[in-house]
């Protein structure tokens, strides 16, 4: 049976997200951006095959989050409720903490499967005209699950997000994840602007 995967945000991240698992995989996939302009642009080029509705988010098996923190709490606990019981969501948010607080309950109400995910990848330019199938070949991906006994979860996830082509997956917990990310990227990133 083809697979559903909705992308939601389709900059940087959830762009290259959708170009990979379009142009690997046979997964019908739908996309939702803020901006409808750029939603738009990657149906015309064959990154998506459908603009995400909220009808649709009912289809979805995997959906995938590519916004900022706030937006991405914002949007899921608005949506969260409308998606296909059982599907699986997978955040790309740098900080783990704070959406593992907002939406770990939150999904188990709703029937879904929230799974915390941070890709270890990216560029200096932003946005879906910078997007790229090949973004995330080779490259890290954390996972913080809400149950590290859940192998069957985790071994779903690792399955739904191969087209990716990460080089390696790692699991840990919210808050190691955010005091490891803490002093590897975040202040490298706090040296260079100043």
């Given at each position: 049976?083809?697979k559903?995967v909705?992308?939601?945000?389709?900059?940087l991240m959830?762009?290259?997200?959708?170009?990979?698992?379009?142009a690997?995989?046979?997964?019908?996939?739908?996309?939702?951006?803020?901006?409808?302009?750029?939603?738009?642009?990657?149906?015309?080029?064959?990154s998506?095959?459908?603009?995400?509705?909220?009808?649709?988010?009912k289809?979805?098996?995997?959906?995938i989050?590519?916004?900022?923190?706030?937006?991405?709490?914002?949007?899921?606990?608005?949506?969260?409720?409308?998606?296909?019981?059982?599907?699986?969501?997978?955040?790309?948010?740098?900080?783990?903490?704070?959406m593992?607080?907002h939406?770990?309950?939150?999904?188990?109400?709703a029937?879904?499967h929230?799974?915390?995910?941070?890709?270890?990848?990216?560029?200096?330019?932003?946005?879906?005209?910078?997007?790229?199938?090949?973004?995330?070949?080779?490259?890290?991906?954390?996972?913080?699950?809400?149950d590290?006994?859940?192998?069957?979860?985790?071994?779903h996830?690792?399955?739904?997000?191969?087209?990716?082509?990460?080089?390696?997956?790692?699991?840990?917990?919210?808050?190691?994840?955010d005091?490891?990310?803490?002093?590897?990227?975040?202040?490298?990133?706090?040296?260079?602007?100043?």
């Open positions: 049976m083809k559903k909705a992308a939601v945000g389709l900059g959830g762009g290259s997200m959708a170009k990979t698992i379009k690997r995989t046979l997964s019908r996939v739908l996309g939702w951006n803020r901006t409808r302009a750029t939603a738009e642009q990657a149906l015309a080029d064959g998506i095959d459908a603009i995400a509705t909220e009808a649709l988010y289809e979805a098996d995997l959906v989050i590519g916004l900022y923190p706030q937006a991405t709490v914002d949007w899921l606990l608005e949506n969260m409720s409308k998606m296909k019981k059982g599907c699986v969501i997978v955040d790309m948010v740098g900080v783990k903490q704070f593992v607080d939406l770990e309950q939150a999904a188990l109400d029937g879904v929230y799974v915390g995910g941070h890709p270890m990848a990216g560029t200096q330019y932003s946005g879906f005209g910078h997007a790229r199938a090949n973004l995330y070949h080779n490259a890290p991906m954390v996972i913080v699950p809400p590290f006994d859940n192998i069957e979860l985790l071994s996830v690792k399955e739904l997000l191969s087209p990716a082509g990460f080089g390696s997956f790692s699991v840990t917990t919210a808050d190691s994840h005091e490891m990310i803490a002093f590897t990227s975040q202040m490298a990133h706090l040296v260079s602007n100043a």
